[in-house]
């Protein structure tokens, strides 16, 4: 089903669809025929210019080149310029605004509960599901990827992490210790869940925090550039940073390594014929570097911000090497993926998205022209399959000027008029969805899930304490120095429970003795500080150029105790009783497991 676009004089109609559904009958006569697999490998932070096959001389990445070759490739496919709307765009097939996701943290980035998910829909079907890597799109259950029709998690739910090797990452809730570099871990992950479900159909989603900084690569990638001459710049050279440019591509040649031990397995399981592969980025390039001329990188709304690669693979259905130049775009994958494996889907919620199956499997398709929307912190640009319409009004003939340096809305009012008209009807009709204020609490306790991770990144620091960085995902609370600082959440317990509590500090000899509480609703629970732990930061000693975020270190837990939480909203509480150092500690998580 597609959105119908008409004009009718001055003013531009869309209409989108109220529902959609894939239909898949199946004769009596003929044996049920096994569904296609699907697995999605989503780069973070990788430009379209990232890659060999389009151009770039700077970098080798043989496997996606092959994979284009065998597959399908999009020429103009778009994303949003960062990573948690692109990521609630594949889940949803919706404008991720449609869905609550309006920031990358703090509690932005959730994916509102009522949303169905592409997991949800693939694991009604009958597919095991999983997913190994960055989420990005809520931590508390139900919005944890559990919650959202995962069976299986294997890594992070913020938007950026602090260490890639050996990190602390979690499993289905619980805390564990990563191990190796984590790309290579969230792969070996999801070949061993391919082997465990060869025989029946599975949904596997590895969404890599790779090249997403910090800039932390092995050396086997990293010996590739250190000492090589580029050829190839981007389009501000005066402006980019060489070493951040040869560590963003080390990490992407590791990448490439990756998506070939993905394409191996499945081909040596003899499931290669019947497996749907699809590979693509969450938005531009994190640094200035060769983008094929683009306009603007990461957090931009122009070409070089939201313009990234999509391959599809199918060797059954699809005739490789074949190219697709109609725009298409994140919110189109769920329907698309639907559609090819055939599974019924009806959903009350309007889908922004199409499907892609007829550019994918028919010659010559008949195809609607339509409009793509990219949006990020109030600048809304649209794209039709030959103009783009910037924030600023300016309009560009992108078939012929991808660097979107000749402004032709003088030249063409009529153009400019309908793209105007339609960034309106963005405005009025999707973007209104999202709530001037964000007024969901942090979950506790959900019934569906053991665990509750409640981390310093979700939380508001008062007094004298700091965030260890401005960036909140990896980062911890310090300079907790007062009995008046405390550290607070706006939470919602689930339902009644008991729940064992640990807390994740560190804190220097000199500071042991603090006693502290903390209080949730009615109940509280005391602590004391009577173990040193003082572990010096990291990550610099991996870093191939200097992070802007948080450095890390390892934590330790004390245990709390346990609490009774009663039904219902509620303010979470750290607060100090007594300081008889200098500090009571630095501050990383809360871990609630219920215990009834």
Known sequence: MKSIIKSTGRMLMITLPVCVTFDHCITSEKAPVKKPNVVIIL?????????????NNNIRTPNIDRMASEGVSFTNFYVCAVSSPTRAQLLTGRYAV??????????????????????????????????????????????????????????????????????????????????????????????????ENKDKPFFLYLPYNTPHSPMQVPDRWWNNFKDKDLKMFGTRPEQ???????????????????????????????????????????????NWRWNGGMKGKKGWVDEGGVRVPLIVKWPEKLIGGKTVDQISGAIDLLPTLADLAGIDYHTNKPLDGVSLKPLLVERNPKWQDRYIYSYWS??????????????????????????????????????????????????????????????????????????????????R???NIKRSNRWPNCSFFTNWVSLQDEITWDVDVAADGDFQVELYYTCPKADLGSTFEMILGDSVLTGKIIEAFDPPLRGMEDDRVKREESYVKDWKPINLGVIHASKGPARLTLKALKIPGHSVMDFRLLMFKRVN
Request: hydrophobic share 30%; charged share 25%; aromatic share 12%.
């Open 240 to 286: 980019e940073d060489i070493q951040y440019t040869k560590a963003a591509l080390a990490m992407s040649e590791n990448i490439d390594w990756n998506v070939g031990r993905v394409l191996q397995m499945i081909k040596d399981l003899g499931i290669e014929k019947n497996t749907i592969v699809v590979y693509f980025s969450d938005n531009g390039p994190n």
């Open 378 to 459: 109030h600048k809304l640009s649209a794209r039709s399959q030959k103009y783009r319409l910037d924030n600023d009004g300016k309009l560009f003939d992108i078939e012929k000027d991808r660097g979107q340096t000749k402004d032709l809305s003088m030249q063409l009012p009529e153009v400019e008029e309908k793209l105007n008209a339609a960034k309106e009807i963005f405005r009025t009709g999707i973007l209104s969805e999202l709530p001037l204020k964000d007024n969901r609490p942090f979950l506790i306790g959900d019934p569906g899930a053991e665990y509750t991770q409640v981390p310093a990144r979700d939380g």
């Open 43 to 55: 780069a973070d932070d990788q430009a379209w210019g990232d890659l060999s096959l389009n151009g």
């Open 98 to 195: 449609r869905g609550g996701v309006y920031s990358t943290s703090s509690g932005g980035e959730r994916l509102d509960l009522d949303e169905t998910t592409i997991a949800d829909i693939f694991k009604k079907a009958g597919y095991a599901t999983a997913a190994y890597g960055k989420w990005h799109n809520g931590m508390q259950y139900p919005y944890h990827p559990n919650g959202r029709g995962f069976n299986d998690f294997y890594g992070f739910c913020s938007g950026h992490w602090g260490e890639y090797f050996n990190p602390m990452l979690e499993h289905n809730g619980a805390l564990v210790k990563g191990n190796g570099y984590v790309t290579d871990d969230f792969t070996n992950h999801g070949l061993t869940f391919m082997k």
């Open 461 to 463: 620091a008062h007094g």
